[in-house]
């Protein structure tokens, strides 16, 4: 059984860069058509989907983000990592890694989230 979960600071002043790591277990995020991505929550809102990382290392952002995020990975750890730079108080969002099979936009796997508030 494939798990995801999701770690960084939960406090990020603004200006600076976010940064989150995901750690998943149970399977290889270079198994073949895996995709393995980021999505934020804002309070009492939709999700709203960041980026992707695929098993082949390609990576693919939302218009609106792609100037500030950036997905990598470290495959000798299997973590997956989001940095999102100059973040303002708007990017405070409970911010979840996903991943899927087959599809860049079906998540089978989810972590559990993790709030991250940006503040002075």
């Known amino acids: 059984q494939v798990q995801l979960q999701e770690s960084g600071p939960g406090l990020v002043k603004p200006s600076q860069t976010l940064s989150l790591t995901c750690t998943v277990s149970?399977?290889?995020?270079?198994?073949?058509?895996?995709?393995w991505n980021w999505i934020r929550q804002p309070p009492g809102k939709g999700l709203e989907w960041i980026g992707y990382?695929?098993?082949?290392?390609?990576?693919k952002y939302s218009t609106s983000l792609k100037s500030r995020a950036s997905i990598s990975r470290d495959t000798s750890k299997n973590q997956f990592t989001l940095q999102l730079s100059s973040v303002t108080p708007e990017d405070s969002d409970v911010y979840y890694c996903a991943g899927g099979q087959n599809s860049a936009y079906v998540f089978h796997y989810w972590g559990q989230g993790t709030q991250v508030t940006v503040c002075s």
């Open positions: 149970g399977g290889s995020i270079t198994t073949n058509a895996n995709y």
């Open positions: 990382i695929a098993y082949s290392d390609i990576t």
